[in-house]
């Protein structure tokens, strides 16, 4: 069967997870609550994910032979961060369904790409232009004015490889200190909040979002996640139908997360997309403890070629994120009335290392 | 460290499991949560919880080599089952912390010595006599009236090792039919309704009780749990302090079960203990959706040595078992909303095997 082909597993059988970060972990703990068995893939011997599933490979994305035999082993495939190299996603996909399709990562491991996606599907977004020298980011500036931020194209993740750029800025300086050679200057977005929608999107087309959720981040990194989003229920529906417009575009099967910026404005406020994470994702935690079914049973339904949840929120969901050091404060954590501890199973905290998180739900 | 010592976990150790079945697998991906290790001990290669640890012993329960193994791979060691043989648990206990203590087992596995702690203790139960002949099971009759259950002391389960006795039985013929040197006949009780107590009991003597539940048999198995029970606040706190005072008299550490009968009565209902189980329980298992921490979670706590979480249950709760054949509906639950869904990775279904179960929450 190759990624063309539909999948339905039955109960029992093994769900390969490339990545054996909490991610994967999450999504192997997941996978067994439905009876199903899961195997990880992860070059990184100390992998959160290996503790909770019988089989892992531990071997390089570049091993062949071990991807070969990883994909013999397992059903379906699946993994836990948009940055898959091309090649592997390929040796995989010859042999087992790879989902959601390698293809998406075209699309949005690339900034600029992912942004001409979005606005062809008349989706707005920050205003951006594709930068790719000194020259160019000057030029850009002119377009898009200050202040902006400058980000590279690809491989960023909580706040790395961007920087803002501001008015009496050397565009050269700035330039050389980003250290790449595709970038895209975006419009800095004076936004009231950041939300995101967690959706999922079966094979057979259904989409089923999750509640809204309103994020905040501190030094770039998420560290609370609020449900539902504080935004008018018009807003929160425009943002479900964005997500869902993007998740059938990209004939995506399983679960992505629509980062979005509530913009104000006279007319009342307005969502541009920031950015799209094709994989579960940190806003979504809330849903382990909060709702029903989580972001990873989601997936994992989705992928396995089950039917969706549809999820019931058992109230209004705090999550805060155990960054670095936060993790020496689990044992008050576990003191608190009414709050779900998650950690994550990592070794030494280090700063911005995400270790846990905690959830609180408050009925409505 | 032997049984008698402190322990203290750090997030990265390992707890030890001994049994394989869904109750195991539950508290390994409980501890998981936690960040904590989980190694299973399980005689049967094909235990559903060795699909969610990394590191299984599958070895028999006397084999003292892989019990010694066992216990120097993990930081202390809990229990799935109340069967544990005396030896095994002696192996162990010498090496690693045993939690609970399997002291208990020594009242609890045997239904005359659990009647004989729980009527000291000043807590009431059916009326009940020792037999261990046909003789002594008529003169019980004459104590004890008929309709009566006569159940072996030891190992029975689910209805096995038991039988009811009413009137115009022929002794001798019951007697013969239970195959077993020693049983106690209890009165039969006329229920108004079966309700359990799961509480949690900490190294430090705290005791923590989840919300009663009132559970539903089929065939003597548990088939339905709802959560609250249906009684009044004034019974549901008769039913905590009971299982609060056996918990302390057996200087308990972990989760155990009190099962109840509500009996009707001219000043009201009132509580008689029908059994104790010292484990997580079936009546437990709505804890995992439908409250902030589930018992599989107070346990790991209380024998980690952990603070015991104060749960908040998110609504109404109903767990309906899937026994046997009910698992092949497994697709119609998937989609029923706000329903979440836990399969136990087991293999063929038969008749009576729990398979898995449902968990729906509704605001209350």
Redesign the interface.
């Known amino acids: 069967m190759t990624s063309s082909g539909r999948v339905t597993l039955k109960?029992?059988d093994t769900i390969g997870i490339l990545g054996g970060g909490q991610l994967g972990?999450m999504l192997a703990?997941a996978a067994?609550?439905?009876?199903?068995?899961a195997q990880v893939f992860s070059p990184d011997p100390d992998s959160p994910a290996?503790?909770?599933?019988?089989n892992?490979t531990c071997a390089e994305y570049a091993d062949v032979e071990a991807l070969e035999l990883f994909a013999s082993d397992v059903a379906v495939i699946t993994y836990e961060f948009e940055n898959i190299p091309s090649s592997t996603a390929m040796i995989l996909s010859a042999r087992r369904p790879v989902l959601p399709d390698p293809g998406v990562l075209e699309t949005v491991q690339d900034r600029f790409a992912e942004k001409n996606f979005v606005t062809k599907l008349g989706i707005a977004t920050a205003r951006y232009a594709d930068v790719s020298s000194a020259q160019e980011l000057k030029t850009a500036i002119g377009q898009i004015g200050l202040p902006a931020v400058l980000k590279t194209r690809r491989f960023g993740y909580d706040g790395k490889g961007q920087v803002v750029v501001r008015e009496g800025d050397d565009p050269e300086a700035v330039w050389a200190d980003l250290e790449t050679r595709s970038a895209i200057l975006e419009a800095f977005v004076p936004y009231e909040r950041e939300i995101s929608v967690v959706a999922a999107r079966s094979a057979s087309g259904e989409v089923v979002c999750f509640d809204v959720t309103e994020n905040e981040h501190r030094d770039h990194i998420l560290k609370f996640s609020h449900a539902p989003a504080r935004i008018s229920d018009e807003l929160a529906a425009q943002a479900r139908v964005i997500a869902e417009k993007i998740a059938t575009a990209l004939d995506y099967v399983g679960v992505l997360a629509v980062e979005l910026f509530v913009v104000p404005g006279k007319d009342g406020p307005s969502l541009l997309v920031n950015e799209i994470a094709p994989r579960v994702h940190n806003s979504g935690h809330w849903t382990l403890?909060g709702a029903?079914?989580s972001q990873f049973e989601q997936h994992i339904?989705a992928i396995a070629g089950?039917?969706l949840?549809?999820?019931?929120r058992?109230?209004d969901v705090t999550m805060t994120n155990l960054i670095g050091d936060d993790?020496l404060d689990?044992?008050k954590w576990?003191?608190v009335?009414?709050?779900?501890?998650?950690?994550?199973?990592?070794?030494a905290p280090r700063p911005g290392r995400k270790m846990?998180h905690v959830?609180?739900?408050k009925?409505s």
Not at 32 to 37: D, E, N, V
């Open positions: 109960p029992g972990r703990l067994a609550r439905l009876g199903l068995k290996f503790d909770v599933v019988q892992a403890d029903s079914v339904r089950w039917p949840a549809h999820p019931v058992h109230g993790i689990y044992g576990l003191g009335p009414g709050a779900t501890v998650h950690l994550y199973g990592k070794g846990g959830t609180e739900v009925q």
